[in-house]
């Protein structure tokens, strides 16, 4: 007769493995919530400079949360499989509805941020930074309008997608190219899309509000200022919306549905 001790440890540790992902993505939530609450209390001569540092450690917490469990995610091992002719696309595996919707705001996003590093003043503001505030001409008065998106706050932002969007985009492609049934793939691959579009719908909301404090604050932020203000207060609604979708995505993609049928119940290679 075998050791006990062997015999309960086995299916322990298979038990780990099978959830070893909901793990990874619930830590890495949690991790993000603790970095970020770490990084509010930090120092700084404005508050705009630890909650751009919050945001973005935050999202990139749950991108490495979901990309680890990912990894860790167990190939299924079944005694028979079917091969199935038709050609895996990655778009056949994401979210149809909310993916074009997550694109267009990191579109939208990077739009604002370049907007904000070409308009933000290139001089020392009275914090002693630059690319912190805008320079407007209100009654022949110059003055200045801030916390602006310049470089100094976008560059984490920047540095944040550049890092993430190609990580997932592999994920993404290593997921349709690779083992597992359609239901899986599934699973994977939205969790994956909904951590992404936590960075971006985190990121959003906070260059909107920036946006927004700036030139409603501001002593005159002239025709430009209406013009923002117009096309972001819809662009921070739609960012509230795919952050809770995205949130919940993380947590428990089964949990969602984007009318997406299910098809290819069986598992191929």
């Known amino acids: 007769m075998g050791d006990p001790h062997v015999l309960d440890t086995v299916p322990l540790q298979t038990r780990f493995l099978d959830h070893a992902d909901h793990y990874a993505r619930w830590s890495g939530l949690a991790i993000g919530i603790e970095v970020a609450r770490q990084l509010l209390t930090i120092e700084s001569g404005d508050i705009t400079t630890p909650l751009v540092l919050a945001v973005t450690a935050f999202g990139l917490c749950a991108v490495a949360g979901v990309l680890i469990g990912d990894a860790l ?9 079917t091969a199935s002719l038709a050609p895996r696309l990655v778009r056949d595996h994401v979210p149809p509805r909310m993916t074009p919707l997550l694109l267009l705001e990191a579109g939208s996003l990077l739009a604002l941020l370049v907007m904000g590093a070409v308009t933000a003043s290139s001089s020392s503001d009275r914090t002693g930074g630059a ?19 310049g470089l100094y706050y976008s560059g984490p932002m920047f540095g944040a997608l550049a890092v993430a969007t190609p990580a997932c985009v592999w994920a993404l492609r290593r ?28 990121q959003v909301l906070l260059v909107v509000l920036t946006f927004l404090v700036a030139l409603i604050d501001g002593p005159c932020a002239g025709p430009l200022g209406a013009v923002t203000v ?7 609604v739609l960012s509230v919306f795919t952050l809770g979708w995205s949130l919940l995505t993380v947590v428990a993609p089964r949990a969602v549905d984007d009318g997406v049928t299910g098809e290819g119940s069986g598992e191929d290679e």
């Open 175 to 202: 997921i349709a190219f690779g083992p597992g049934d359609h239901q899986q793939r599934r699973d994977r691959a939205w969790a994956i899309v909904g951590a992404w579009g936590l960075l971006v719908s985190c």
């Open 73 to 81: 995610t167990l190939r299924p091992q079944e005694a028979v499989r």
């Open 230 to 236: 117009m096309v972001t207060c819809p662009l921070g």
């Open 131 to 149: 690319g912190r505030a805008m320079e407007v001409v209100c009654d022949g008065v110059r003055s200045s309008v801030g916390p602006w998106p």
